[in-house]
T-cell receptor
Framework: GAGVSQSPSNKVTEKGKDVELRCDPI?????LYWYRQSLGQGLEFLIY????????KSGLPSDRFSAERTGGSVSTLTIQRTQQEDSAVYLCASSLGRVSTDTQYFGPGTRLTVL | TQLLEQSPQFLSIQEGENLTVYCNSSSVFSSLQWYRQEPGEGPVLLVTVVTGGEVKKLKRLTFQFGDARKDSSLHITAAQTGDTGLYLCAVATMKTSYDKVIFGPGTSLSVIP
């Protein structure tokens, strides 16, 4: 079956512009996560969705970052007024959401470059 | 201070050699997971360990959860170029309403032919 997909795969933008990153989770997965990964580094948690609600937004770096999820499926991560330090790979993952040890399935990521 | 520490940060070895990487913490966890991330892709779950002292084998990979459930190791026997990637450990930490998964910084492994 289809895995987690993300679009675009690459995004180059100018400082100050807004960007939208999209995640299509595996069908039936109620939990959805966004992470940020700088070059060669581990994953930095951004936000967690259970269904359409976000019980944990604690990882969002600033109020320029926001995310939503509609219909318990697709999620978009929006970064307003992008800065160079926002450059990173943004990864999305989904899981069945029953227990914490449910496997998280990751998408390939969106590589964001802010010039 | 990071919840999880991984060592070494970088490792470069020849094909056929054995290696061990480590994931350590001062906290106790109910379970621990290991992921491998290949360049340009998202992480893929390799194993979940839940019992102190547990050993799991996945072909040439051997995973061990420490007796006190604070640390874990991953041993690779006769490394192959296909083992190249970033190895991440992850644990679930109890939050108010759910168990939040935290990832370590990773060990970047390069296996040279």
């Amino acid at each position: 079956g289809a895995g987690v997909s993300q679009s675009p795969s690459n995004k180059v933008t100018e400082k100050g512009k807004d960007v939208e990153l999209r995640c299509d989770p595996i069908s039936g997965h109620t939990a959805l996560y966004w992470y940020r990964q700088s070059l060669g580094q581990g994953l930095e948690f951004l936000i967690y969705f259970q269904g359409n609600s976000a019980p944990d937004k604690s990882g969002l770096p600033s109020d320029r970052f926001s995310a939503e999820r509609t219909g318990g499926s697709v999620s978009t991560l929006t970064i307003q007024r992008t800065q160079q330090e926002d450059s990173a790979v943004y990864l999305c993952a989904s899981s069945l959401g029953r227990v914490s040890t449910d496997t998280q399935y990751f998408g390939p990521g969106t590589r964001l470059t802010v010039l | 201070t990071q919840l999880l520490e991984q060592s070494p940060q970088f490792l470069s070895i020849q094909e056929g050699e054995n290696l061990t990487v480590y994931c350590n913490s001062s906290s106790v966890f109910s379970s621990l997971q290991w992921y491998r991330q290949e360049p340009g892709e998202g992480p893929v779950l390799l194993v979940t360990v839940v019992t102190g002292g547990e050993v799991k084998k996945l072909k040439r990979l051997t995973f061990q959860f420490g007796d006190a459930r604070k640390d874990s190791s991953l041993h690779i026997t006769a490394a192959q170029t296909g083992d190249t990637g970033l190895y991440l450990c992850a644990v679930a930490t109890m939050k108010t309403s759910y168990d939040k998964v935290i990832f370590g910084p990773g060990t970047s492994l390069s296996v040279i032919p």
